[in-house]
């Protein structure tokens, strides 16, 4: 019955890493993606520069946004696991 409970816990955590992962990609995507569409842009180069510098902030700072959020909820997370952890030892002894 425990081990059920260990590989749920592993499937879990399996899936809202992989979520956290397809969104980090998915933000960098869409940064190169902004960057490339103003290199091609017909623009002045000044323009197309900070265009593109403003682009990259943007994308490095929503990245870094979804990186905090993840290790928040990992925090979390490790929080929780170490109490049931606690609580099954206390059981045991």
Not at 51 to 75: F, H, N, P
């Amino acid at each position: 019955m425990s081990r059920s409970y260990y590989m749920g816990d592993a499937e879990l955590q399996g899936k809202s890493s992989g979520v956290v992962n397809m969104l980090v990609f998915l933000l960098l995507g869409l940064g190169i993606g902004a960057a490339l569409a103003l290199l091609f842009a017909p623009d002045e180069g000044e323009k197309t520069r900070e265009r593109i510098s403003d682009s990259l902030d943007s994308g490095v700072k929503a990245t870094s946004d979804a990186g905090s959020d993840a290790l928040d909820r990992l925090e979390k997370e490790y929080q929780n696991l170490r109490k049931e952890v606690d609580k099954l030892i206390s059981n045991i002894k």
